[in-house]
C-alpha cells in the first residue's frame, strides 16, 4: 500500500511505499498560445469565443492547393520570449511536418519544429519557501494548433470547431528537474508570469491559452538514473497538473512495489474521477516520421532583429523583485508577491509613488487581497483605485487618521469608490491629534480615577491601558494613539 506524501526540507516529493521511499520527477511541455491576432500561417482571427468554424481560413481547413504563409509576428513573439527565458535563440530554424491523424487536424500533419527549434536552452529560476531553484528549459519551438472534437453536444456524434486549427503555439520543454506538486505550481505560475510581463501569451488557462503534457516518472530515493515515464496530455489547470501528478506517481509506485514493470505510455487525467487512465502508448519520434515541411523555406533570423528585441525587453519579474527590495526596502517574500503579476507590480508602483513605499506593500498584501479574493475580482477591477489607496495611506503616515479609522474609511471606499477624503470629512473620521485638547480630556479622565493613578503610580503599570481606553471612549476612538501614550506618560509622572 502507497503511503502517505511527504514535504522534506530540500521540497521533493516523497513517497514511502511499503517497501521503499520513491522519488517523483516531473517534466513539462506547456503549450502557449501566442498574442497574435492572426494565426500562425495564415490571416485568420484568433479572437477567443467566435462562433464554431467562423475563423477558418482555405489553409486552416487543409484545401488542398493552399499553401501556409509564415507569420512573422508570431516568430518575434517566441525570440522575445525566449530572452525572458534567458535561452539561446537559433539563428536558423526549421519548420517540419508532425503526421498522425485526428479528426480535428485537417492536414493529417501538424506543422510544428523538432531537431531545428527557433529556441534552444534556457532556465527559470523558482522562488521556493526553502530558497531558489533552477529549472533548465530544454527547447522552445513554434506550432500551430489543432481544432477541437467536442463529444458532449450530441451522445452519438462528434462535432468538430476548427477556428483553433492553425493558432500559434509556443510548446516550452522543461528539463525533468522539477521534485514536487509545489515546484510544478511554483514553475507554471513563474512561466506565466514572464509571459504575460512580455506580452507574448495572456495565460488563460480557463480560454484554453496555456495547458500542458505532464511527464512523470518514479525512482528509487538515491538513485541517478530516469524510470520509465507517462504523459498525462493536455492538462488545463495547475491544480488538476498536481492532482494528476499524485495519482499518477502513486500508481507506478505501487506497481513498481507489486513487481510489475511501467508501460512507457500517454495518458489522460479524468478531473471527476481524480484519476489516470490509459490513451494510447506513447509514442517515439520515428513514429510521427518527422521531416521538413516542403512548403516552408527555413527560418534565418537576424542577430541584429534578436539585439533589437532585446533592447525592447520589459523589466522582467526577477528584475523588478530586485529593485523593490533595492528601493523600496521591501522584503524578498514580499517583492515576490507584489511581483507575481505584472497587473500587481503596476497597481503597487501607483500606489507606492505618491505614499509610504512599505505601508503601500502592506496594504495591498493584506486589506485589498482579501477585499478581492472575498469578491473574487482581479486587481484590475478593485473597486478601491490605486490613486485612493495612496491618498489614504497618506492620511494614516501623517497621523490624521489612525490604522482602526483608516480600515473603517477603506471599507467605505470599497463600497462607494470615494475617494478618503471626502469620506473621512463626510463621516466626521479624522484623528484627534489636537495635544491641548487631548491633554484636557486626558486630565479629566485622570482626575475621575484617582485611585487608578495611584495604583499606576505604585508600580501597577498595567493600568496603563485603562487610561488609554478611556481616552479613546471619550474621543470616539478618534484620538492619535501616539500622542495619547506620551501625554499620558507625562501626565502620570507628574
Known amino acids: 500500500m502507497v503511503g502517505k506524501l511527504m514535504n522534506k526540507n530540500d521540497s521533493k516529493y516523497i513517497i514511502k511505499g511499503n517497501k521503499n521511499k520513491w522519488e517523483v520527477v516531473i517534466g513539462l511541455e506547456v503549450h502557449a498560445q501566442v498574442i497574435s491576432n492572426s494565426k500562425l500561417f495564415s490571416g485568420s482571427s484568433t479572437k477567443f469565443g467566435a462562433n464554431p468554424n467562423t475563423q477558418v481560413s482555405l489553409v486552416d481547413s487543409a484545401f488542398p492547393g493552399m499553401l501556409p504563409v509564415i507569420n512573422n509576428y508570431c516568430v518575434e513573439q517566441a525570440i522575445k520570449t525566449g530572452l525572458g527565458l534567458n535561452a539561446k535563440i537559433n539563428l536558423h530554424s526549421v519548420f517540419d511536418r508532425k503526421n498522425y491523424f485526428y479528426a480535428d487536424l485537417p492536414q493529417g500533419y501538424q506543422i510544428s519544429q523538432y531537431k531545428n527549434p527557433i529556441v534552444g536552452e534556457g532556465k527559470v529560476v523558482l522562488d521556493l519557501p526553502n530558497g531558489s531553484k533552477t529549472v533548465g528549459i530544454e527547447r522552445l519551438h513554434l506550432e500551430q494548433d489543432a481544432g477541437k472534437s467536442i463529444h458532449d453536444?450530441?451522445?452519438?456524434?462528434?462535432?468538430?470547431?476548427?477556428?483553433?486549427?492553425?493558432?500559434?503555439?509556443?510548446?516550452?520543454?522543461?528539463?525533468?528537474?522539477?521534485?514536487?506538486?509545489?515546484?510544478?505550481?511554483?514553475?507554471?505560475?513563474?512561466?506565466?508570469?514572464?509571459?504575460?510581463?512580455?506580452?507574448?501569451?495572456?495565460?488563460?488557462?480557463?480560454?484554453?491559452?496555456?495547458?500542458?503534457?505532464?511527464?512523470?516518472?518514479?525512482?528509487?530515493?538515491?538513485?541517478?538514473?530516469?524510470?520509465?515515464?507517462?504523459?498525462?496530455k493536455n492538462v488545463n489547470s495547475i491544480k488538476f497538473m498536481q492532482m494528476a501528478i499524485d495519482y499518477e506517481a502513486k500508481r507506478q509506485v505501487k506497481l513498481l512495489e507489486d513487481g510489475k514493470s511501467i508501460d512507457q505510455e500517454t495518458r489522460l487525467f479524468d478531473t471527476k474521477k481524480n484519476e489516470t487512465r490509459s490513451m494510447r502508448s506513447k509514442e517515439d519520434a520515428h513514429d510521427y516520421r518527422y521531416f521538413p515541411d516542403p512548403d516552408l523555406l527555413p527560418l534565418k533570423i537576424d542577430k541584429d532583429l534578436i539585439d533589437d528585441i532585446r533592447k525592447k525587453l520589459p523589466e522582467l519579474p526577477d528584475q523588478k523583485k530586485d529593485r523593490f527590495i533595492k528601493e523600496y526596502a521591501l522584503t524578498p517574500y514580499e517583492a515576490n508577491v507584489l511581483v507575481s503579476e505584472k497587473e500587481i507590480s503596476d497597481f503597487y508602483e501607483d500606489v507606492a509613488k505618491s505614499s509610504d513605499k512599505k505601508l503601500a506593500a502592506t496594504w495591498i498584501m493584506g486589506d485589498l487581497f482579501a477585499l478581492l479574493n472575498n469578491k473574487d475580482l482581479s486587481i484590475t477591477k478593485s473597486p478601491v483605485s490605486a490613486k485612493n489607496l495612496g491618498e489614504l495611506i497618506k492620511y494614516i503616515k501623517s497621523g490624521e487618521i489612525s490604522g482602526r479609522i483608516a480600515k473603517e474609511v477603506f471599507e467605505h471606499m470599497a463600497q462607494s469608490g470615494e475617494n478618503p477624503k471626502k469620506i473621512i470629512e463626510s463621516k466626521g473620521l479624522k484623528q484627534q491629534s489636537d495635544p491641548k485638547e487631548l491633554e484636557r480630556i486626558i486630565k479629566g479622565i485622570l482626575e475621575k480615577n484617582k485611585t487608578n493613578v495611584e495604583k499606576y503610580k505604585s508600580g501597577k503599570e498595567k493600568i496603563f491601558g485603562f487610561f488609554v481606553g478611556e481616552v479613546m471612549k471619550m474621543s470616539k476612538g478618534k484620538a492619535n494613539p501616539q500622542l495619547v501614550n506620551e501625554i499620558l506618560k507625562k501626565l502620570l509622572k507628574g
Open 153 to 232: 453536444i450530441d451522445p452519438n456524434n462528434t462535432y468538430v470547431d476548427l477556428n483553433r486549427s492553425g493558432i500559434a503555439l509556443m510548446e516550452i520543454v522543461s528539463k525533468p528537474d522539477l521534485r514536487s506538486l509545489d515546484e510544478v505550481n511554483a514553475y507554471v505560475k513563474k512561466l506565466r508570469s514572464i509571459m504575460r510581463y512580455l506580452g507574448t501569451c495572456d495565460g488563460n488557462m480557463q480560454e484554453g491559452s496555456l495547458r500542458a503534457d505532464v511527464n512523470v516518472s518514479v525512482r528509487k530515493l538515491g538513485e541517478k538514473n530516469l524510470g520509465t515515464r507517462c504523459e498525462i
